[in-house]
C-alpha cells in the first residue's frame, strides 16, 4: 500500500466525506475502497477549469477529448475486482491517474499503461503530489497489455472494447480476475472475467458508457 496520500487534513477532506456518503448510499460496501476514496485528493487529479466540481459524483473532462469516469462506476470497478492490499495490477487507461490512486490505495503495485504521453506525464505529477508511490506509468498500448511485469491478479481496463483482447486473458494470474467494458462506441456491458484453472468465467455487471480503448486489438484510430 502507498505510504500516506494527503487526504487527511486539506480542506477538500468534508467533500470527500460527503462523496463517500453517496456512494455508500449508490450501494458502494467495499469499506477498503470507500476509505481509498475518502483519501485520495480527487482535486489533484482533474484540471483547474473543473475543480470546483472534483467531489461531485460525475464524469469531468480531462484534456485530450478524454473524460475522469464517474467516482461511483471506478468504486465500483474496484469492488468487483475484490482485492485485499496484496495484488499486483495493470490498469489500461490511466487517464488523469485517479483510479489508478485509488488502486494503489487497495492493492499492492499497480502498472498502469496510457497511450497519450501528455495525459500520462500529467497523471505522474498528479500521483506524485497526492504522495502515491506503488504505481509505475507507462506509455504504449494497453490492448497488448504488459508483458514484462505479467502475470497480473487483477486487470482493470477503463476504455470500451469491441471484444476482450487476448493479451489480456494470457496475462491474467491464476484465480486472476478482468474489468473491460465491452461493446460498440456508444455503449457497452461491463463484463468481469475470472481465470479458473482453465476456464475463464464471464458475469455482466450492466450497461455502462466509455471512451473508446484504440489500439491494435480494440478500435482503430483512424476512425476515431
Ligand atoms: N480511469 C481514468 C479514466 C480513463 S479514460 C481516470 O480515472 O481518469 C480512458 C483512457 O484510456 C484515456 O486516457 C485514453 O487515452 C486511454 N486509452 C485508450 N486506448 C488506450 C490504449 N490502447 N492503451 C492505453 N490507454 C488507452
Redesign the pocket.
Known amino acids: 500500500m502507498a505510504a500516506g496520500p494527503v487526504g487527511a487534513g486539506d480542506s477538500y477532506g468534508g467533500f470527500r466525506a460527503r462523496l463517500v456518503g453517496e456512494l455508500q448510499a449508490k450501494g458502494i460496501r467495499d469499506l477498503a475502497v470507500l476509505r481509498a476514496v475518502s483519501q485520495v485528493p480527487r482535486h489533484l487529479?482533474v484540471p483547474p477549469s473543473v475543480r470546483h466540481r472534483a467531489y461531485e459524483d460525475s464524469a469531468l473532462p480531462?484534456g485530450?477529448g478524454?473524460?475522469?469516469?464517474q467516482p461511483w462506476v471506478?468504486a465500483r470497478y474496484l469492488e468487483v475486482l475484490q482485492l485485499t492490499g496484496r495484488e499486483k495490477v495493470l490498469?489500461?487507461?490511466?487517464?488523469?491517474?485517479?483510479?489508478?490512486a485509488l488502486l494503489a490505495l487497495v492493492a499492492d503495485t499497480v502498472f498502469s499503461?496510457?497511450?497519450?504521453q501528455s495525459?500520462a506525464s500529467e497523471?505522474r505529477t498528479a500521483l506524485e503530489g497526492a504522495g502515491v508511490r506503488n504505481v509505475t506509468v507507462l506509455v504504449?498500448?494497453?490492448?497488448l497489455g504488459w508483458r514484462p511485469f505479467a502475470p497480473y491478479d487483477a486487470i482493470l481496463v477503463?476504455?470500451a472494447s469491441p471484444s476482450v483482447p487476448a493479451p489480456l486473458i494470457e496475462q491474467l494470474a491464476p484465480g486472476g480476475r478482468l474489468v473491460i467494458p465491452i461493446g460498440d462506441r456508444d455503449s457497452q456491458v461491463l463484463q468481469l472475467l475470472q481465470r479458473e484453472g482453465d476456464r475463464i468465467v464471464t458475469t455482466s455487471l450492466g450497461d455502462v458508457r466509455?471512451?473508446?480503448?484504440?489500439?491494435?486489438l480494440?478500435f482503430r484510430p483512424s476512425t476515431s
Request: charged residues 15%; aromatic residues 8%; proline residues 3%.
Open positions: 487529479f480531462i485530450g478524454q473524460t475522469i469516469s471506478q490498469e489500461i487507461g490511466t487517464g488523469s491517474g485517479y483510479q489508478t499503461v496510457e497511450r497519450i495525459l497523471a504504449g498500448d494497453g490492448t477503463a476504455a466509455f471512451v473508446p480503448l484504440l489500439g491494435e480494440g
